[in-house]
């Protein structure tokens, strides 16, 4: 059953985003202002025959308008070419991440110092991955500043700020928004897989991979995109943070969800995607 409330407030919104008022889309529809009122207010709904036009000038789906989809924080919500968690709904904007891992690649091609300011993962999901949306999707994509804070285990240093419009979490916005149980401001180093001991390693011996371990590993787990699922031995994906030395790892998520802060080396091109981007709702 169509809810003429949810598809009125889906046509005021998608009215807005595309910069008409009441007496401009009525004109363009051949109606009156009055109608585009009562659609609005949920006491009436666009007849059939006026929806290929409606869906057309507001740059969305007939779909779209007749069964919007609500988006709350966990919801799954899709977008472009895939499907998306919503993490956290600000207002008219919601903060997003793809629920799969969609591809493999490095954080950067050469084994060299970097940070996420200049890695070359950042300059593909702000061009090429970016340009995959079409039009209508890349105008709701909204710039954000974003910033970090140095490796709280080893003091490995940041870099600066950057404007993104798709970027990688970050180890802080993982706790937040996936859940926290202490350990990386405890300072804590890893725990054992087997039996979930506490051990406290030194810094200095980070190759045997420090990593938190506890019982928020499921919600941090990303599954793989069923496209790229055969053929990869490795699932893991990177966040934006650096590891213990800013020069060659980035702190990343494992396959069985745990938080890796000493890092993975930057150029392993089996590093997975999962990007993130806020949204104009």
């Known amino acids: 059953m169509l809810d003429n ?3 009125g ?3 005021l919104l998608l009215r807005k985003r595309n910069g008409f008022t009441q007496d401009e889309l009525a004109e363009k529809l051949g109606i009156s202002a009055q109608a585009i009122s009562k659609w609005e207010n949920g006491h009436a709904l666009p007849d059939i025959t006026m929806l290929p036009l409606l869906s057309k000038l507001l740059n969305s789906t007939i779909d779209s308008i007749l ?13 472009g070419k895939h499907q998306w968690r919503v993490l956290k709904v600000d207002g008219n904007s919601a903060l997003i991440i793809t629920e799969g891992i969609i591809e493999q690649r490095a954080y950067h091609e050469e084994f060299t ?5 200049h890695c070359d993962l950042r300059k593909y999901l702000n061009k090429q991955f970016y340009d995959t949306f079409d039009p209508a999707d890349r105008a ?10 140095d490796n709280p285990w080893y003091g490995t240093k940041w870099g600066n700020s950057t404007v993104d419009r798709i970027f990688l979490l ?3 916005e993982v706790l937040q928004y996936f859940g926290d149980s202490g350990d990386l401001k405890n300072n804590k180093r890893w725990r054992c897989m087997d039996t979930d001991e506490v051990v406290l390693s030194s810094p200095d011996h980070w190759e045997s991979g420090e990593y938190i371990y506890d019982q928020y590993n499921d919600a941090r787990k990303a599954l793989y995109h069923k496209v790229y699922n055969a053929g990869w031995d490795e699932r893991w994906y990177w966040l934006r943070s650096p590891g213990i030395h800013i020069r060659h790892t980035t702190v990343s998520i ?6 890796f802060i000493c890092g993975s080396d930057v150029y392993d091109s089996h590093g ?5 981007l806020w949204l104009s709702l």
């Open 5 to 7: 409330r949810k598809i």
């Open 113 to 117: 110092e970097v940070t996420w300011e």
């Open 272 to 276: 997975g995607v999962r990007p993130a």
């Open 254 to 259: 494992g396959e069985k969800g745990e938080l």
């Open 140 to 149: 709701r994509i909204l710039e954000t500043r974003i910033t970090d804070c």
């Open 170 to 172: 970050s180890t802080t």
């Open 67 to 79: 069964m919007p989809v609500i988006v709350k924080e966990g919801a799954i919500i899709p977008f």
């Open 9 to 11: 407030s889906q046509i």
